[in-house]
């Protein structure tokens, strides 16, 4: 089974300071509430997002739903893996894709550098 613990690097929440989180560490004690409400969209800013990476279909889902209603920037940090379906609906939704060179290192329980890609999608 693949781990959701997996914290955001600081040096990526710092770029992203000023977004809401829909997602805190822990999500899966969040994700009904976070997933069926409506996100804070904080004034001059967006939303950040590092969904579980075990089950990322809904939080996709969820943001390209928030952004086809509001014109804020969402940005989520993925795993990099062009053979779902989840990611056959952002590029669908028009996403564009940052993908990183060489393995994030998280923080938390699993600070060493993760056995996948990683990359950033982003819905503006």
């Not at 590029?91 to 994030?104: I, M, N, T, W």
Request: hydrophobic fraction near 40%; charged fraction near 15%; proline fraction near 10%.
């Amino acid at each position: 089974m693949m781990s959701d613990d997996w914290e955001t690097p600081d040096w990526i929440m710092n770029i992203f300071r000023h977004y809401h989180d829909p997602c805190p560490t822990g999500a899966i004690d969040y994700a009904p509430d976070s997933l069926h409400g409506t996100w804070n969209i904080p004034l001059g800013g967006g939303i950040f997002i590092n969904p579980p990476y075990s089950q990322p279909k809904p939080w996709v889902e969820k943001a390209i739903r928030t952004r086809a209603h509001f014109p804020v920037t969402i940005v989520m940090l993925l795993k990099h893996d062009s053979s779902t379906q989840w990611y056959k609906l952002l590029h669908e939704a028009g996403a564009h894709f940052l993908l990183f060179s060489g393995r994030l290192t998280y923080k938390g329980k699993n600070s060493r550098p993760c056995a996948f890609p990683s990359m950033l999608a982003v819905l503006s």
